[in-house]
């Protein structure tokens, strides 16, 4: 932290702020030059660094505060320079493997899921994602099939031979989701939901944290933190689009330089939604391979078997054979950023 | 809703658009014209408005779906022209009175409080805020003393006869919370926490929703529809600020024509909160005012005896002398607006 | 400026960023600790300050450059503590005076502008506005009537008393624009026009410079920089509204709480123009009362004689009535903020 | 344009709204329901579209006026279905080559550029990039070497056998920048300089025209129609990034999927520029790979002999053999979007 003093600050002013930071047992540096500044040359505890900025702002004669080191710890490639590989049931993510999660916004009925299990599968998904607890902007929107989805979702992935994941959006909650899926989801809107990552961080369970439509990288990274802090080092980032002024042509503003920025300051794998990333079928193929191009670990994508009679987003959501074909294409693209499509059998 | 189909769309295109709204039950009324419209004249269902117009989009010929009508209902003026009044245990608020909420950012121990409670009183103050459970950004800062700090809470407000709001973050404490304090505060980054939305409602506590650093005002008012639809109608909008492309002197950005907007679209009381919504002390007073002078309710402002010593928050903290002068500057501002400092006994 | 270095750096890396800032002969200042960070004591030139970072950041070792002062000078107040006060052929604005300027959107006609500038000088402007030179984002909209606008401009402001202010767009059009109106304007669109400031430097010519739509406080006032760099210290500041991912209800997002910021961080005056801020008509005069109560030296108001004839802009301008009662309201409400609504004579 | 009134609205407000519709000799087709929408169904002509919608805006019982049409229609591939193939000296643009833009941010010298311009050719790039006139944000920053400047660029150019493109930011430079340079590069900053894109369209020469930092998809594609509508359809659309509410890992926030919206909606050529995108050297070759497979058809790089001599933007800029190996991957991956990398000879 380095606080720089107005000019003409005074001797007492200066010495106010010294003060102030040893009484939190620190040590100061003074750097005296054009204006004064005053440097802390220890590292700060990580309980300490915002209350000690706030107070330093208020103090009489202090100009800027600047922080000169990142706030979180566990999530940074800094301390923890190899990558982290999350080991679900024998699917490895965030290595050489590139990991497509795939199926339907909604869980609807048996059928509608069994029937997209077998077909992302087929085309090389490993991972059937689909909302039992849907997160609605409106209370008047469809609200998910519960616990039952969730059920369904068990018997339908044992059958086919698929991993599943699927969104917790209340800590309660968290124990009944993480006992039928492999992937507890935390959606966008609960990014910093803290008693829902305290409990995703205590259960131990893989998580695929998405970030929040507007959230900055070091706040993404301190949610994340959150669930590290509490025991559970199964974290998966998931960049799905962010708010934006221009909201005429897309639903979100898929940010695909986080890819990487993230993979750049963190050792956690890195996950794209293109679907909700931009909300228009058409664009969707495209974009899913320049997240693989830009450093992705995996994709998360909705797919629906007959995207006209969804019960949500069917605008962003891809047919089966869409997606097939873009399969295909992320398989040709693999070996030139050196990642294979993952195709192993999961064992049920 | 109106459906627009390119230029040189086809009969069967149109005619595959006229059937998948009728099948929802609705009428269509074609408008012919430099390309063919399509117009809904009948009433959509709640549930139905975004299902549809998702499956419409992706329609053969489709150029675009626009929506003609708002997506909220019981928190629109439309439907509701007559401002609601909350009545907190005989405090109104939404009407003439313009009512100030102030305290401390997070409760630190009785002393701290009680003498934060009596001062703010003394100044004019109705309402007693500060955090017992605290939303930190990092895990590493204060997280608040929880139910303890409610109960210091609650005997404060009976010794000082002060009403108060302090924030809920999880559904399963919503009971909890309502039990101690006199309005449930949702926080900025609850907004969209659906289950606790849900259980505040259920609870028929007044509720103080505050807007997300990145919501609509139609998502903000779709999060107090959730309540309002769950049966609690003593729900209060908060503006907070907003995220911004420029953090480097504010916190947020204080979008103080929401206050208009909000007015005028709904019939909910407004409420600002200054110390989030700028971040910086000095600036508080003059927020303050221009927040009455925009047609707000009221006011939530942090203020502790001693912000030096605050554990939380102490850059955007006002000192109780300062709080007193603006107490001071908003009685005189008042019938500007039509409006008086309520200033009335709280019954403990 | 502090560069940190990441864990690890080896001796080289420090060396080799102490070198590269030596070759620009300035001093540094190691400040060991739990990662080693590099201070530059002494004032660093303004046209060093960039480059400098630039090569600094791409280094080996280096984690972080942070700037730890300000980029602009002649517009800071830590280097001219006094509040600048503009001259306006004998108005005053930035002092104790709170000066309105109003007009319509665009000049249409001597009628039209000739009874605008009558109703408005009588409700209490000073400024009359209104564009010739019209800048449209679409190119099939009303483009304005040029210099022959100027002109009826010029024979209305004699004929009734009132100063001008009107846009220039362009470098080569600043002579010309300056011989007819007393305060050049430069549009949101162009406070980037760096051609175009510097010829309004030069000119010598009060200016009243928006803030664009995305500019930070920083770019702002470093777009004001060019123009006070180039001699000339006559420049206005205008917050106009910015860029918002909501623009559902408002045109732009009024930033009232920059009004405290340019106040407390630059010398100049602050105008606002809640017109473009809001974009709707009936918003704007209680965002010009908050204007004023927030600490703005003047507004900046469209009005039209008859706004549903309006050729631009008929959304966001008042009536010559509505805009009269606006004028009572800051009236009384000057006295508040210690401010006069200035009512002076102008010597024609 | 579709006008949907309040509930309760009167006829004779319904009157008013068709009334001024028919003033401009437009129809008008009710659409009674729960609501009364009036449609205008006959084609809008462009000048009428925005005062039409803004005088409907504020007529009593008004709730909302929609655009069901895009306001943009020379830029619009609804009426120019075929993409345009920009043809500059024999280098087509738009089409099945891939075409990359390289060299440094400022032109600093013969020996700099002509450097530069080598060994980018031999890498593979058709056009030489370099600023004479430079907009920077401070004015204190490197202005560029002008006129002298773009001579040494020609010069360059002819002895080396490549394109150039340059930046122009003044209308009363279009003339001169032309006779130097194949491209008039048209920065961001200047998106909405009207006078500039006037005279740009007039000049007939190409145009890469950089979309504005915080433009909508609209407004980016308006500009461009500014270019269009005066005689000039060589156009081509760049992409360099947004501003963003998170500045602290990279410059802007790259929109990649605006590529896929601007093929879709618009039949102009579009170009990215990673550079000023992310503005991170070290993020440049994985996003210039996205940018190719997202369905560009072009890039616009910065490159320096030595980054670590550059006068600006040294961060932001690749060294030489960095870029030659980023061609050769672009090389390997161009097959996978059928496009190759233009390797032809240009005529001198």
Redesign the interface.
């Known amino acids: 932290m380095?606080i720089?003093m107005?000019?003409g600050a005074t001797e007492e002013q200066i010495q106010a702020v010294c003060s102030?930071i040893e009484e939190y047992g620190l040590d100061t540096?003074l750097?005296?030059?054009?204006?004064m500044?005053i440097?802390?040359?220890?590292?700060i505890?990580?309980?300490v660094?915002?209350?000690l900025?706030?107070?330093l702002?208020?103090?009489p004669g202090v100009?800027?505060v600047?922080h000169?080191?990142r706030?979180?710890k566990l999530a940074s490639r800094?301390?923890h320079p190899a990558s982290t590989v999350v080991n679900v049931r024998g699917v490895h993510i965030g290595g050489t493997d590139f990991v497509v999660m795939a199926g339907p916004c909604s869980i609807e009925g048996y059928e509608q899921l069994s029937e997209a299990a077998k077909e992302v599968r087929a085309a090389g998904a490993l991972v059937l994602r689909g909302g039992a607890f849907k997160?609605?902007?409106?209370?008047?929107?469809?609200q998910g099939l519960a616990v039952e989805g969730l059920k369904i979702m068990r018997q339908v992935a044992d059958e086919v031979g698929i991993l599943t994941v699927s969104e917790v959006?209340?800590?309660?909650l968290v124990e009944t989701v993480a006992e039928y899926v492999d992937i507890l989801q935390i959606g966008a809107?609960?990014m910093?939901?803290?008693?829902?990552l305290i409990e995703a961080g205590k259960s131990g369970k893989p998580v695929l944290l998405k970030r929040?439509?507007?959230a900055?990288?070091?706040?993404f990274l301190?949610a994340a933190?959150?669930i590290l802090?509490?025991g559970n080092s199964n974290v998966m980032l998931c960049e799905r689009g962010?708010?934006?002024?221009?909201?005429?042509?897309?639903r979100n503003?898929?940010?695909?330089?986080a890819?990487?920025?993230l993979k750049?300051?963190s050792h956690l794998p890195v996950i794209v939604d293109p679907s909700h990333?931009?909300g228009v079928?058409?664009?969707i193929p495209?974009?899913s391979?320049?997240?693989?191009?830009?450093?992705a670990d995996g994709l998360l994508i909705e797919v629906h078997p007959d995207?006209?009679r969804?019960?949500?987003?069917?605008?962003?959501t891809l047919d089966t054979k869409t997606f097939a074909e873009l399969m295909e294409?992320l398989r040709?693209?693999g070996p030139?950023s050196k990642r294979s499509i993952c195709e192993q059998a999961i064992a049920v």
Request: glycine share 4%; with cysteine; net charge negative.
């Open positions: 380095v720089t107005k000019p102030t540096l750097m005296p030059g054009s204006v500044a440097g802390i040359p220890s590292a505890p990580a309980d660094r915002e209350p900025a706030q107070k702002q208020i103090l100009s800027q600047t000169v080191s706030s979180y800094e301390f997160p609605r902007t409106s209370p008047y929107s469809f959006m209340s800590p309660d809107r609960s910093q939901n803290l008693p829902l929040g439509p507007a900055t990288i070091d706040e301190l933190e959150y802090s509490n962010l708010v934006s002024f221009d909201r005429s042509y897309t503003l898929l940010d695909l330089a890819v990487q920025v750049d300051h990333g931009v079928a058409k664009y495209a974009m391979c320049a997240a693989l191009v830009a450093g995207p006209r969804a019960m949500s987003d069917a605008a962003q294409s040709r693209l030139f």
